[in-house]
């Protein structure tokens, strides 16, 4: 989206436009007095708001925060205390140094001054040769001026490309592209859950930015609409509405962040929501209709009208058995497992079917996976119908199809939506077996993938398997690819080793290794139950960050997304023509 952006300088560096003590003592008004730091070096970082010339005493009231107090010391107290209550009153104000033109009052700087300076970390700073102060505060004036408008330049070139952007309806992709062409750093786009969904790596960066990124970013709460974490080293704003925040933007900044990085990361985020409007827009109204439906039945069934309104569309609730229904494509070999037509072309194909087997049905896509409800007359076994419409679509698409437990009320709708959801989320990419898989079918796994948003269950997986990532990652080791053959191939050791593709000695070796990092013996009954555990909670937990990351529609790397938009369009267009029964 280059061709979207003004022509302008080159990157803009994230980092406050103040004017430090040390750059100050650094310009030509101020070495012509030949400065010498005597007292609270420590400070010299503070930084200079303006200049406040004084020979006052009480001057503490009256100055700002970052002013740089420029004094001959003429009218300064004789006695240690005054001199230290001084300091004190300027440091109380936040001023960011003071300045003592020698030779008038003193040809020393009082010790007192330099002791409590010092105590205090506020810079003190001895001219040995006499200075304009006038033209001090006038070159330190047009200083500060200068940075200001040329950030305010900066801020407007932010604003002027990224309302480009919004007119373009621009995606995230090219949202990203931006902030990394205007800001030069590191973005990271995650969801809710912290789960990385896109990033851009800035100009020296690499990959191992977004190690452990999970754990890091959890570490990192968002505490107002925009925040500077100086000890992460991150700039972070939130995604969305303030009540329905879907992710957040993360800039790496170590430095404090100028006014042009928050103005362009708060300009993407802003992006970004308006972006996902559009998406929606472009949908179906048949099927903007059914996803609203269904997540109202999900979230408060009780709301006013919303039975009437699913009778009104041709789905009754009332005296029938209801059926949650989730499906999603195979994922394909070396591709990624769910991509935007794909899903659009199952969607299409389970109304399809359902209009064929006469099932009224509420169908849209929801959280990256489609869902249906399906109302089924309560005189019928509910299991055979729903093996009849799975049937249909998979004798055409190769996809997983999960099935929750029936209910026979609006109450019972987001038990059995979940149910069939946690049922396909419990299973592979490419699971074995065809048909319908239910809550029975999946056993260990489906618990797991109920509990896969209790942030225990991660503990515990850390718990369990951090160490051996870790001793993998220093030494090159497949300690936890040991781990994973043992806990599936558990009646065979020499079936373990084959899968790996190593030899028996070598694989006992392996587990020799794996009981002396985790300090356990593989043989208790116990430790085998939760390395079981633990790595299948791992599976279950990586591909639904993997599902989530789909939300967005983005790629799982920060190359060219692809855009399928007028394809999804015209596949649930066809969906909802299919739903009124006008296409047999």
């Given at each position: 989206?280059t061709?979207?952006?003004?022509?302008?300088?080159?990157?803009?560096?994230?980092?406050?436009?103040?004017?430090?003590?040390?750059?100050a003592l650094?310009?030509?008004?101020?070495?012509?007095?030949?400065?010498?730091?005597?007292a609270?070096?420590a400070?010299?970082?503070?930084?200079?708001?303006?200049?406040?010339?004084?020979?006052?005493?009480?001057?503490?009231?009256?100055?700002?925060?970052?002013?740089?107090?420029?004094?001959?010391?003429i009218?300064?107290?004789?006695?240690?205390?005054?001199l230290e209550?001084?300091?004190?009153?300027?440091?109380?104000?936040?001023?960011?140094?003071?300045?003592?033109?020698?030779?008038?009052?003193w040809?020393?700087?009082?010790?007192?001054?330099?002791?409590m300076?010092?105590?205090?970390?506020?810079?003190l700073v001895a001219?040995?040769?006499e200075?304009?102060?006038?033209a001090v505060?006038?070159?330190?004036?047009e200083?500060?001026?200068?940075g200001?408008l040329t950030?305010?330049?900066?801020?407007?070139?932010?604003?002027?490309a990224?309302?480009?952007l919004?007119?373009?309806?621009?995606?995230p992709?090219?949202?990203?592209?931006?902030?990394?062409q205007?800001?030069?750093?590191?973005?990271?786009?995650?969801?809710?859950?912290?789960?990385?969904?896109?990033?851009r790596?800035?100009?020296?960066?690499?990959?191992t930015?977004?190690?452990?990124?999970?754990?890091?970013?959890r570490a990192?709460?968002?505490?107002?609409?925009?925040?500077?974490d100086?000890?992460a080293?991150?700039l972070?704003t939130?995604?969305?509405?303030?009540?329905?925040?879907?992710?957040?933007?993360?800039?790496?900044?170590?430095?404090?962040p100028?006014?042009?990085?928050?103005?362009a990361l708060?300009?993407?985020?802003?992006?970004?929501?308006?972006?996902?409007?559009?998406?929606?827009r472009?949908d179906s109204?048949?099927?903007?209709?059914?996803?609203?439906l269904?997540?109202g039945?999900?979230?408060?069934?009780?709301?006013?009208?919303?039975?009437?309104?699913c009778?009104l569309?041709?789905?009754?609730?009332?005296?029938?058995?209801?059926?949650?229904?989730?499906?999603?494509?195979?994922?394909?070999?070396?591709g990624d497992?769910?991509?935007?037509?794909?899903?659009?072309?199952?969607?299409?194909?389970?109304?399809?079917?359902?209009?064929?087997?006469?099932?009224p049905?509420?169908?849209?896509?929801?959280?990256?996976?489609?869902?249906?409800?399906?109302?089924?007359?309560?005189?019928?076994?509910?299991?055979?119908?729903?093996?009849?419409?799975?049937?249909?679509?998979?004798?055409?698409?190769?996809?997983v199809?999960?099935?929750g437990?029936?209910?026979?009320?609006?109450?019972?709708?987001?038990?059995?939506?979940?149910e069939?959801?946690?049922?396909?989320d419990?299973?592979?990419?490419?699971p074995?077996?065809?048909?319908?898989?239910?809550?029975q079918d999946v056993?260990?796994?489906?618990?797991l993938s109920?509990?896969a948003?209790?942030?225990?269950?991660?503990h515990?997986?850390?718990?369990e398997?951090?160490?051996?990532r870790?001793?993998?990652?220093r030494?090159?080791?497949?300690?936890?690819?040991?781990?994973?053959?043992?806990?599936?191939?558990p009646?065979?050791k020499?079936?373990?080793?084959?899968?790996?593709?190593?030899?028996r000695?070598?694989?006992?070796?392996?587990?020799?290794k794996?009981?002396?990092?985790l300090?356990?013996?593989?043989?208790?009954?116990?430790i085998?139950?939760?390395?079981?555990?633990?790595?299948?909670?791992?599976?279950?937990l990586?591909r639904?960050?993997?599902?989530k990351?789909?939300m967005?529609?983005?790629?799982s790397s920060?190359?060219?997304?692809?855009?399928?938009?007028?394809?999804?369009?015209?596949?649930?267009?066809?969906?909802?023509?299919?739903?009124?029964?006008?296409?047999?």
């Amino acid at each position: 989206m280059t061709a979207l952006l003004p022509a302008a300088p080159p990157h803009v560096a994230p980092t406050g436009p103040g004017l430090t003590v040390a750059t100050a003592l650094d310009m030509a008004a101020l070495r012509s007095g030949d400065p010498v730091v005597v007292a609270g070096r420590a400070g010299l970082g503070r930084l200079v708001h303006w200049v406040h010339t004084t020979e006052l005493a009480d001057v503490g009231p009256l100055l700002r925060g970052g002013d740089l107090v420029l004094s001959t010391g003429i009218a300064l107290p004789e006695s240690c205390t005054d001199l230290e209550l001084f300091v004190r009153g300027l440091e109380a104000s936040d001023a960011a140094g003071l300045v003592i033109e020698l030779g008038r009052r003193w040809t020393i700087v009082p010790p007192a001054l330099v002791d409590m300076c010092d105590e205090l970390a506020l810079p003190l700073v001895a001219l040995r040769r006499e200075v304009r102060f006038a033209a001090v505060a006038q070159a330190v004036g047009e200083r500060l001026v200068h940075g200001q408008l040329t950030e305010l330049r900066a801020v407007q070139r932010v604003h002027d490309a990224f309302t480009d952007l919004s007119l373009a309806e621009a995606g995230p992709d090219q949202v990203l592209d931006a902030v990394l062409q205007l800001v030069g750093c590191t973005v990271v786009l995650e969801d809710a859950h912290h789960r990385l969904l896109d990033y851009r790596l800035g100009p020296g960066d690499t990959a191992t930015h977004l190690a452990d990124w999970h754990s890091r970013s959890r570490a990192c709460p968002l505490e107002a609409r925009t925040t500077w974490d100086p000890a992460a080293g991150w700039l972070l704003t939130r995604v969305g509405r303030a009540d329905r925040a879907w992710g957040r933007l993360v800039l790496h900044s170590p430095q404090q962040p100028a006014a042009c990085a928050v103005a362009a990361l708060e300009r993407a985020a802003a992006a970004l929501t308006v972006h996902s409007l559009h998406d929606r827009r472009r949908d179906s109204m048949v099927r903007r209709t059914h996803a609203e439906l269904l997540a109202g039945l999900s979230v408060d069934p009780t709301a006013p009208d919303l039975v009437r309104r699913c009778e009104l569309i041709g789905v009754p609730l009332t005296r029938r058995t209801l059926v949650g229904v989730t499906a999603r494509p195979v994922a394909r070999a070396g591709g990624d497992p769910l991509r935007a037509d794909d899903v659009a072309t199952v969607l299409a194909a389970l109304v399809h079917a359902a209009a064929e087997e006469r099932v009224p049905a509420l169908v849209a896509v929801l959280d990256g996976q489609v869902r249906a409800l399906l109302s089924i007359d309560p005189g019928a076994d509910a299991d055979p119908v729903v093996d009849a419409l799975a049937a249909r679509v998979l004798r055409r698409h190769d996809v997983v199809v999960g099935a929750g437990q029936v209910t026979s009320s609006a109450g019972g709708v987001a038990r059995t939506l979940g149910e069939s959801q946690h049922v396909v989320d419990s299973l592979g990419p490419a699971p074995t077996g065809s048909g319908v898989h239910r809550m029975q079918d999946v056993h260990l796994r489906g618990l797991l993938s109920m509990l896969a948003e209790d942030d225990r269950l991660l503990h515990f997986v850390s718990r369990e398997l951090d160490p051996l990532r870790e001793h993998d990652a220093r030494w090159g080791t497949c300690l936890l690819d040991a781990v994973r053959a043992l806990v599936r191939y558990p009646g065979s050791k020499s079936e373990a080793a084959a899968s790996l593709h190593v030899s028996r000695p070598a694989f006992y070796d392996r587990l020799a290794k794996v009981e002396r990092v985790l300090g356990v013996h593989l043989d208790d009954p116990d430790i085998r139950v939760s390395l079981h555990t633990a790595v299948v909670a791992d599976e279950v937990l990586g591909r639904q960050a993997s599902s989530k990351n789909r939300m967005q529609t983005l790629p799982s790397s920060p190359r060219a997304m692809p855009t399928n938009t007028d394809r999804v369009s015209q596949a649930w267009t066809a969906a909802s023509v299919w739903n009124r029964g006008e296409v047999r």
